[in-house]
Nanobody, 124 residues
Framework: QVQLVESGGGSVQAGGSLKLSCAPS????????MGWFRQVPGKEREGVAG???????WYADVERGRFAVSRVNANSTVYLQISNLKPDDTAMYYC??????????????????WGQGTQVTVSS
């Protein structure tokens, strides 16, 4: 069993920054892809960014200059740095993982492990 615990969310003013963390634990040896997703009420969960086990990153249709995904080493905490936050970034941010090899992306169907989410609220 894999557990994912997100942290780092909060309420910030537009223009500020946040660094979200996703700490994996449990049987994590087979994890191949980890990703960040976000969701607002009434909308589908959308991909933001992620990494494969080799550290190669992917970004969904977001402003890459404001989002940066990183980690220290394989199977360690994955971070999502969000800069110049905008009210449209307000959402619950989720961490997810799966162990299917191949191309890592924002395709939600492959992700079988999900965290509980961390709320990001941006005020104007």
């Amino acid at each position: 069993q894999v557990q994912l615990v997100e942290s780092g969310g909060g309420s910030v003013q537009a223009g500020g920054s946040l660094k979200l963390s996703c700490a994996p634990s449990g049987y994590i040896g087979n994890i191949y892809c980890m990703g960040w997703f976000r969701q607002v009420p009434g909308k589908e969960r959308e991909g933001v960014a992620g990494l494969n086990r080799y550290g190669n990153s992917w970004y969904a249709d977001v402003e890459r200059g404001r989002f940066a995904v990183s980690r220290v080493n394989a199977n360690s905490t994955v971070y999502l740095q969000i800069s110049n936050l905008k009210p449209d970034d307000t959402a619950m941010y989720y961490c997810a993982a799966h162990d299917s090899s191949g191309y890592c992306s924002e395709y939600r169907g492959k992700y079988i492990h999900w965290g509980q989410g961390t709320q990001v609220t941006v005020s104007s």
